[in-house]
């Protein structure tokens, strides 16, 4: 499954990020970023983005399931 969580570097985001990464259900997680995560993890993509176009990014939000934390 394919995942994207939106705020992963907030509090609640990043206990889930956490979490989704720990997980065996999730075979890809993307988490666009204003800034760069200090996580690295192969099933983790985390693209820093302009979340004011976020029109530019749609290949970013094709996912099986949205957080928007």
């Known amino acids: 499954m394919k995942a994207i ?4 570097t907030g509090l609640v985001g990043s206990h889930l990020l956490n979490q989704l990464i720990e997980s065996d ?3 890809s997680i993307i988490a666009p970023v204003r800034r760069p995560l200090n996580i690295i993890n192969p099933t983790l993509r985390a693209p820093v983005v302009d979340f004011k176009k976020l029109e530019q990014y749609p ?8 957080f928007f934390c």
Request: no cysteine; hydrophobic share 60%.
């Open 5 to 8: 969580v939106v705020g992963a």
């Open 25 to 27: 259900q999730f075979e």
């Open 59 to 66: 290949e970013l939000f094709n996912a099986d399931i949205l």
